[in-house]
């Protein structure tokens, strides 16, 4: 169970990469659905938005599901913080995608070369 949990940690490394080198079509994406969704005074509508943000925004649920498990494990003092950090920051996918890899790098890296036990 571990292995596949360090296993998600090195996917979303992978999509904090893909998120910092398409900040800025992530952010006209956003853009665009937050203008839909003022025009029609609604939710939109699953084929109302585009792909992208579709998979964009599925991704990133599991993404804070994933972040919430790891508050259960022995490394629950760097997912608290990464938590706050991701709460915190939801408008710049640039600044957000610089700490998400900071923090995820951090944790593989603690769990495979420094093994220091940061429970609570």
Known sequence: MTTIFYL???FFIMLEIFKIGNSDLLYRESKILHEKQK???RNLKRHEISPLMRSYM???TLYILYIILGLFSTQSLL???FFLLKCMNRKSFLLSGIIGLF???LIFLNKFVFKID???
Do not use: P, Q
Request: proline share 0%; aromatic share 16%; net charge negative.
């Open 8 to 10: 998600l940690t090195a």
């Open 39 to 41: 025009a029609y005074h």
């Open 58 to 60: 599925t991704v990133d």
């Open 79 to 81: 997912f608290a913080i």
């Open 103 to 105: 923090m995820l790098v």
């Open 118 to 120: 940061l429970g609570w």
